[in-house]
């Protein structure tokens, strides 16, 4: 997690490095810091530096502009502030380990070491960074070390952050966002800071007036990224609302086509975990663990009173570890499906599974008939029944 930033800009050390594979995250909060510092130094020295290096050339050039910046004293005194912008030579690339960009590196961190301090500030910002090297072992002694960790699905808390994320993007705009809204916008974005913050500030231009973003908002003009096209095959799979289904599995296989990252088995897995929290739905409604209906933020606080050692620790089976609005948005659909449905599903997506893997057919052809016979009868031929029936 980020460290706390700075109270004010005065209380800051001379020496900051903000870093991190969350490249928004960073960038923000370097520009924060700077848009400080030079609100507490107006007439001093502002200096910025390109340290984005497609070469060790480039590399070796940034280092010598701050080596320069760094000896040169403003003409009329006051405070100098330097801001080394987008370092991407600290880790381990080509142009990190070529040689002369090494040493030129380590050069600076005993320059940094032995520098006086007086009057003169360093910003740099930069993405990957080596711990293990001696530059960064000198700035965490130095300097304040801000590390910013990009968001990833395999962090067990990921949308959790996603949501704290996207929260403060509202409050920064001036609105309110309601729980599903916000829980919804995560469940389309995904892991992707950047991405998240685009979406906040499109949903706040599209709400006009209004002072809070609703879930219809977020369905209105929701991402139709990768993640989202994946939500909302799912989604409309839990629905049973087959015309849907079909458009969204036509979006997911023309994607393919572009897409060497996406496959017929990585839409499977997709609705294999779609049917399997359907089944945990039906269950914890069942047992009387859940209850449907109500709004998404009662459901959190049903969630969050569930016993901790009732569930499996396998994530896929554990309704605390599984994304509270996937499994909001099941426990809604759950009464369209009975067990048996559910099950039988399981069923086909092994069978299926079997033969994208194993027979020459076209994957289309196979996943398209895969839905047909797994969503069955249109949403509006299917009554919504108690799910413990």
């Not at 930069?126 to 960064?136: I, N």
């Not at 659909?333 to 009975?338: E, I, P, S, Y």
Request: aromatic share 6%; charged share 25%; glycine share 8%.
């Amino acid at each position: 997690m980020p460290a706390a930033p700075a109270p004010a800009a005065a209380a800051a050390p001379p020496l900051v490095l903000v870093w991190g594979d969350d490249d928004h995250a960073v960038t923000r909060r370097a520009r924060e810091l700077w848009t400080q510092w030079q609100a507490a130094a107006p007439g001093g020295d502002h200096e910025v530096i390109d340290a984005a290096a497609t070469a060790s050339a480039d590399a070796l050039k940034a280092l010598a502009r701050l080596h320069e910046a760094l000896q040169t004293l403003p003409f009329f005194g006051g405070t100098k502030i330097i801001w080394f912008r987008g370092c991407n030579f600290l880790a381990e690339d080509r142009t990190s380990e070529a040689r002369a960009v090494a040493e030129g590196v380590a050069a600076l961190a005993q320059t940094l070491k032995d520098f006086r301090w007086d009057g003169v500030r360093l910003l740099i910002s930069a993405g990957k960074v080596d711990r293990r090297k001696a530059f960064y072992k000198t700035l965490e002694k130095l300097a304040q070390v801000e590390a910013h960790a990009g968001l990833s699905a395999d962090d067990r808390d990921w949308a959790e952050k996603a949501e704290a994320l996207a929260a403060r993007e509202f409050q920064a705009a001036g609105r309110r966002v309601t729980a599903e809204a916000l829980a919804a916008l995560v469940a389309q974005v995904g892991p992707n800071s950047r991405l998240l913050a685009g979406e906040c500030e499109k949903l706040a231009v599209y709400a006009g007036d209004r002072p809070e973003i609703t879930a219809a908002d977020v369905e209105a003009v929701g991402v139709r990224a990768k993640h989202a096209r994946a939500f909302a095959l799912a989604d409309a799979v839990g629905d049973r609302d087959l015309p849907r289904v079909l458009r969204r599995l036509d979006e997911e296989l023309w994607a393919m086509k572009t897409d060497r990252k996406r496959s017929g088995l990585g839409l499977l897995y997709g609705l294999i975990t779609k049917v399997r929290c359907l089944l945990l739905a039906r269950e914890l409604l069942r047992e009387g663990l859940l209850r449907a209906g109500g709004e998404f933020a009662g459901f959190k606080a049903q969630l969050e009173r569930l016993p901790a050692g009732r569930f499996a620790e396998d994530d896929r089976y554990n309704p605390r570890r599984i994304t509270s609005y996937v499994l909001f948005r099941a426990t809604q659909q759950a009464g369209r499906w009975t067990t048996a449905e559910l099950v039988r599903g399981m069923e086909l997506l092994l069978e299926c599974n079997r033969r994208l893997v194993g027979s020459q057919l076209d994957d289309a052809l196979l996943l398209q008939q895969l839905v047909v016979e797994l969503v069955g009868a249109p949403a509006g031929r299917v009554a919504s029944r108690p799910a413990g029936v």
